[in-house]
Every structure is written in structure tokens, then in C-alpha cells.
């Protein structure tokens, strides 16, 4: 993955693996100390990346909320928020969304190229929207990510997107986080779905780092031959 940004995956999931409920109220799986870490971790890239769902079904913003780490941030000379960057098909996606009208750093859509005309109209000035290939294309986007100066890149699911991260081979670290509850229900949202992941040998994971936040538990791991 020379030349491409190290791609960083952060989930918080339950004991059994799940992301969310089947219910249309968003389960809040971390703690304030767990949104804190994630919020220093933001901090540490330079972009962060969401699904299309993601966007339509909790409406983040994706911000820095530490003035403090702002404020560290533009001593650096970085810009105090992330680039936001997304990825879409179908092209779904309301110019009013958190994602689009909170924060002036750059957002940025890829999109299939039969898509990008009416999504670039639609959006106006508030996202560029690349053409990423037809289907949209995770190296494509990863390599012009890293052209325009991404070096470490934040990716916040939903699970979708980080299966599909994962099961191209795309990902260098997974920071996971296990809240102490079972979900059980097969409707729910899960972490990863089905699909062929390239690990061991030619990818193994090694634990680099278990901590313990109250009474959630942060597993680092670093991925194949991470670039750390």
C-alpha cells in the first residue's frame, strides 16, 4: 500500500459482535471516556471517512469536539477539523447533512461516474465529488486521498464499509472497542459481514495494544505489515 494513506478502522461493537440495535434510535455502545479517546484519536489523522448509510441514518458530524486539540492542531499548521469523506453508489445523500454543513474543512464524495453530474449539482459547492470508477473504488480513492497530502486516514464504519476495507486488504490498523452486553438479534447491524478477509498468513493481525475504560475494553490491532 505504498503511497497510499495508513487506514486506520474504529468501531465500538457489543460482546456478540453488533454495532447497533434493530431499533431507529442509534445505540450508543461507548462511554464519555471512549468518546474522548476516539475524539484524541480524530485528532491524530488528517481525514475521516464514512458510508453513505452512515450519513442518511445518524447524521454525524464528524468533528474535532476538543477545543484544546484544535487548538494543538493548528500550532502544527493542520486545519482544526478533518477533511470528511465519503463514499457512495446510488448517490443518496442530502446537501442539508451534518456531514456537508458543519466544519470548513474539505468534504469529499466518490461516486461511480453515472453518478457524479446530478451528485455534483445537487451538493453545489458544499463536497467535491470524484469519480471513483464504476464500482466505486476503495485503492482509486485511497490514492487520490494520498495526492492531495492524506497520510492517515480514520474510518468510522458502518460495518459495510469496514468489511469491505477489511476484505480488500485496505486496512493497516483496527482499533476495536467491546461493550460488556450482549445484543443477540440477526437483524441488528454487525461489525463485518460475509466475505473472504486476507489475513494469516499474508495478513495476520497482532494485538498491539488492551486497554480497559471502565468497563469497556480497547483491543488495538496493527494489520499484515502495517506502516505504524
Not at 476516539?38 to 450519513?55: E, K, N, P, Y
Amino acid at each position: 500500500m505504498t503511497g497510499l494513506p495508513y487506514v486506520l478502522l474504529s468501531c465500538a461493537m457489543s460482546v456478540d459482535g453488533y454495532i447497533d440495535d434493530a431499533s431507529p434510535e442509534r445505540l450508543r455502545l461507548s462511554s464519555p471516556a471512549d468518546f474522548d479517546r476516539v475524539d484524541g484519536v480524530r485528532a491524530s489523522c488528517d481525514a475521516i471517512l464514512v458510508g453513505a448509510g452512515t450519513i442518511r441514518g445518524d447524521d454525524p458530524k464528524l468533528l474535532i469536539k476538543s477545543q484544546a486539540r484544535r487548538d494543538r492542531r493548528a500550532q502544527r499548521g493542520l486545519p482544526p477539523d478533518l477533511t470528511k469523506v465519503t463514499i457512495t453508489l446510488g448517490g443518496d445523500l442530502d446537501p442539508e447533512a451534518r456531514f456537508f454543513t458543519t466544519g470548513d474543512s474539505p468534504k469529499l464524495v466518490y461516486a461511480p461516474p453515472r453518478t457524479v453530474p446530478a451528485l455534483a449539482e445537487r451538493l453545489g459547492d458544499r463536497a467535491e465529488v470524484v469519480d471513483a470508477g464504476d464500482p466505486p473504488s476503495l485503492t482509486a480513492m485511497l490514492a487520490d486521498l494520498g495526492a492531495r497530502g492524506v497520510r492517515r486516514l480514520m474510518v468510522e464504519g458502518g460495518g459495510e464499509v469496514h468489511t469491505r476495507f477489511l476484505t480488500a486488504g485496505l486496512a493497516d490498523e483496527l482499533q476495536l472497542v467491546v461493550a460488556p452486553f450482549f445484543l443477540g438479534d440477526p437483524s441488528a447491524p454487525r461489525f463485518v459481514g460475509p466475505g473472504v478477509f486476507p489475513q494469516s498468513p499474508g495478513r495476520p493481525m497482532r494485538l498491539a495494544e488492551s486497554t480497559r475504560i471502565g468497563d469497556l475494553v480497547l483491543l488495538r490491532y496493527l494489520i499484515g505489515g502495517s506502516r505504524g
